[in-house]
């Protein structure tokens, strides 16, 4: 902080004396932090050591190392297990602050390998059989535990991703929309169930005051799970035809509809900017594929102006109402 | 020089200095209150999110406006499209100025969305004019400028990026002729120019404005001045564009002069980022330790991927670790914990990115891979 300009402002009589003296001491002692910079050279350590460990028992799996480098991915595991149960503070259902800079990490260290070695089990001695869901299941529940137990954002979300994938659904963030197929009825519902679920978990997390701040979390993969799915379901019939109408389309739109408004409400009353624009942009996708679709049906040349205007005048109808909106968060 | 009230923009670094040393608990609420009310700021600026939401919502509107304005005037060759992009351009410009002007916007993402589609639409229309021959010293000088303009007026970040780049393309496409073994050692020097000069602006009260774009130019002179020595660049580059033809295995001359710039710049940067306690140069020559380890290992395989990963995973965890002891918990004006505030959202982004990362797919019909994914392992992203 510049000392100068605080000590300009107590010349102008807008602060006192004591207050620019606190702003010298803490300018004066200010450190230089490696925070983040240390964070992520650990994150990155994690990444490489568990991937590579996961890869090397994957090449080796029919050598005799294998055993050696199973062995150490246990004792990776066990040992890293043991150091949060040792270091851990209380568990309570509010926030708990983790020991020290490591904790964290250690503690992700253990669940990937976890998941190696489960992995490993089920490819090498078929533990849990042909049900494949369990061999999802089981870790997942493991993760949720993790992240309640010793209180990681990140294991709650591998959770989520775990409990989607074993219902047939990927949510990991940037392939949600690539490596789901839309077009099945079945994925659909499925991600309304997911999402649906999700939402609800987040609610009912804050409601009841159990770790509330992994409401966040939850409501982020739910909202966006379900409006996605919900998008999909609108525009599964494509633009429509014209020879046989089929209206079917609305009820999506109507479920559309309830949900941004509800979601949209949530996120006021969270005063949530996130929220508030991701909803705000999902519902207007919604809304202007039904007038396009309107639009389409029409089949005139009026209508592509209508369409183009449409665009034009709902664009800044948008704009100035997520301004409008944000002032009014901002303020109260 | 540039379009805002430069009261107004010192009013809101006085506010913002205030907020910080509010969240600090150094000055009271009502001292914070104070001072809003004797600095006045009367810019709008939302929320992160809400900036990116009108970037797009604006980008839509411009889009379509372009569409309806163009069928409304269709009639006419070539020649008057062109003349018509260059006009709408202008006004996208003008546009841009009744914002901040009269709307009061500063960095609302409305403006960003109206100098992108201005610039683009000038370029356009330049296009269409000369019938795509127009050279690229003559495209690249046209996006420097209209860049400059843009960063001179409105003091855009992204817009000094786009500026920075097109000054690098056109001094690339002026002295392409020179000879292959100019350009890296060219593009070394001019970044370590830029690099000083943006150092040197910094510190002048008068540009006391621009401090973000000359920040983000310091950060891309840093990362240009070493692409310029970096070997896997300077063999790749020049095998493509100078046909040399080169064989696997094959290298180029004075490649012993790339392969030392290749390792010896990040520590640099490091070193002398620890010593100035300068966080852009500790932050960008940690990055680029990444691209030594890319280019040494796209010519020497070194250890089979999955124990050079393990092995450089223990080296990782070993180095923060040894590092965050050493800090303990401070030595010499460092310290390993965290001393702004949280970002609330810095938690929550690192969330979504082990979830990205760590990624579980859903299992495709009957087969069971590891990790689940393409990933071996649980752990590695992206597919080997």
């Known amino acids: 902080m510049d000392i100068h300009l605080f000590e300009k402002l107590q010349n102008e009589g807008l602060i006192s004396p004591d207050s620019t003296e606190k702003v010298r001491i803490l300018s004066r002692n200010k450190l230089f932090s490696l925070h983040w910079e240390l964070k992520t050279i650990l994150y990155l350590g994690v990444l ?16 005799i190392g294998h055993q050696a480098i199973l062995a150490m991915i246990a004792l990776v595991c066990a040992g890293c297990f043991f150091y949060c149960f040792k270091q851990k503070l209380p568990f309570s259902w509010n926030r708990v602050a983790a020991p020290n800079g490591f904790f964290d990490y250690v503690l992700l260290l253990g669940c990937l390998t976890f998941l190696s070695f489960i992995t490993y089990l089920q490819v090498q001695y078929n533990v849990f059989g042909t049900r494949y869901g369990a061999a999802t299941f089981f870790p997942m529940l493991v993760l949720l535990f993790s992240a309640y137990y010793f209180d990681h954002l990140g294991i709650l ?38 999402g649906l679920l999700l939402v609800f978990v987040a609610y009912m997390g804050d409601r009841l005051d159990r770790k509330k701040h992994f409401a966040f979390t939850y409501s982020n993969f739910g909202v966006h799970v379900f409006m996605i799915a919900c998008l999909a379901g609108l525009m599964g019939g494509g633009l429509g035809d014209s020879y046989e109408p089929d209206n079917s389309y609305m009820l999506w739109f109507l479920l ?9 409400t949530q996120a006021l009353k969270k005063r949530s900017f996130y929220f508030l624009l991701i909803v705000a942009l999902y519902g207007y996708i919604g809304v202007s594929y039904v007038v396009v679709r309107l639009l389409v049906a029409a089949n005139s040349v009026e209508a592509f102006y209508a369409g183009l205007l449409y665009f034009i005048g ?18 109260a | 020089m540039i379009s805002y009230k430069s009261k107004t923009l010192d009013n809101l670094a006085v506010v913002e200095a205030a907020e910080r040393a509010l969240d600090k608990t150094c000055i009271t609420a009502d001292e914070f209150q104070q001072i809003k009310t004797a600095y006045p700021v009367d810019l709008y600026t939302p929320n992160i999110y809400m900036r990116f939401g009108l970037f797009i919502l604006t980008l839509v509107v411009v889009f379509f406006s372009f569409g309806l304005f163009c069928l409304l005037f269709m009639a006419g060759g070539e020649k008057a499209i062109a003349g018509l992009t260059l006009f709408f351009g202008a006004c996208l410009y003008g546009a841009i100025e009744f914002m901040v002007n009269e709307k009061k916007h500063y960095k609302s993402g409305v403006d960003a969305a109206l100098m992108w589609m201005s610039g683009a639409a000038v370029i356009g229309a330049a296009i269409v004019f000369t019938d795509t021959h127009i050279s690229l010293s003559g495209i690249s000088l046209l996006v420097l400028l209209l860049a400059m303009l843009f960063v001179l007026r409105f003091a855009d970040v992204s817009m000094s990026i786009v500026a920075y780049l097109a000054f690098l393309t056109l001094l690339f496409s002026l002295f392409m002729h020179a000879g292959r073994m100019v350009i890296p050692f060219m593009l070394m020097g001019v970044s370590l120019v830029i690099y000083l000069l943006s150092r040197k602006l910094t510190t002048i009260h008068t540009y006391r404005h621009y401090t973000s774009c000359l920040k983000m130019i310091e950060i891309l002179s840093l990362i240009t001045l070493y692409l310029g020595g970096n070997y896997f660049v300077v063999r790749e580059a020049s095998n493509a564009l100078f046909e040399l033809d080169l064989k696997p295995g094959q290298s180029i001359p004075g490649a012993w002069i790339f392969w030392i710039f290749t390792v010896i710049i990040p ?22 330790v990444a691209a030594i380890v890319f280019t040494i290992r796209s010519y020497h395989s070194v250890a089979p991927i999955e124990v050079a990963m393990t092995l450089g995973g223990i080296i990782l965890i070993a180095l923060a670790y040894g590092i965050t002891r050493l800090l303990l918990p401070s030595r010499n004006g460092f310290t390993s914990e965290q001393t702004d505030d949280d970002k609330t959202d810095a938690i929550q982004l690192e969330a979504v990115i082990i979830a990205q990362s760590f990624n579980q ?24």
Not at chain 1, 169 to 190: G, K, W
Not at chain 1, 256 to 264: E, S, V
Not at chain 2, 270 to 283: M, N, Q, T, V
């Open chain 1, 48 to 63: 490489l050591l568990s991937g590579g460990l996961g890869i090397l028992i994957y090449k080796n799996i029919d050598t």
């Open chain 1, 157 to 194: 979300s591998m959770a989520i991703t775990n409990f989607a994938a074993w219902l047939g659904l990927t949510v990991t963030p940037m392939r949600l929309l690539s490596a789901n197929d839309f077009s099945s009825q079945r994925i659909i519902y499925t991600g309304i169930f997911v």
């Open chain 1, 256 to 264: 559309l509809a309830g949900a941004t408004t509800f979601f949209y």
């Open chain 1, 314 to 331: 709902s664009g800044i109808g948008a704009v100035i109402f997520l301004m409008n909106t944000s002032k009014k968060l901002k303020k």
């Open chain 2, 267 to 288: 520590p640099i940067y490091i070193f002398a980022g620890i010593r100035k306690k300068d966080s852009i140069l500790i932050r960008t020559g940690l990055f680029l």
């Open chain 2, 361 to 384: 797919q859903a299992p495709q019909g009957d087969q069971f891979n590891f990790g689940g994914g393409s990933g071996g392992g649980g752990g590695a992203s992206g597919s080997y």
